[in-house]
């Protein structure tokens, strides 16, 4: 089992930053994935961003390409989701997620966190 928390959301205004945390316990961190998802109100959850369990290969959702960035760090057990030029279209519910690969990661990963708030005004 895994186990994730996410933690960094709050309110910010268009244009603004905000870094998102997930910690990882349970079983080896470094063997895993790890991706975020996000779900805005009325709309499908959507795949935000993964990397790879040594962190050399990232991936990320067209919507979010080049403004944000995610990172992980093997011996603190946690990545990270760096988010610039923030706009109100991205305020949503974040979700850490988990799996043996990135391609399950991005396809339907088998571990979430409990999620964490994201709202960007205008």
């Known amino acids: 089992q895994v186990q994730l928390v996410e933690s960094g959301g709050g309110l910010v205004q268009a244009g603004g930053s905000l870094r998102l945390s997930c910690a990882a316990s349970?079983?080896?961190?470094?063997?895993?994935?790890m991706g975020w998802f996000r779900q805005a109100p009325g709309k499908e959850r959507e795949f935000v961003a993964a990397?790879?369990?040594?962190?050399?290969?990232?991936y990320y959702a067209d919507s979010v390409q080049g403004r944000f960035t995610i990172s992980s760090d093997n011996a603190k057990n946690t990545v990270l989701l760096q988010m610039n030029s923030l706009k109100p279209e991205d305020t949503a519910v974040y979700y850490c997620a988990a799996d043996h690969s990135v391609r399950r990661v991005v396809t339907g990963p088998e571990y979430w966190g409990q999620g964490t708030q994201v709202t960007v005004s205008s």
């Open positions: 990397v790879s369990w040594s962190g050399g290969s990232t």
């Open positions: 349970g079983r080896t961190f470094s063997s895993y994935a």
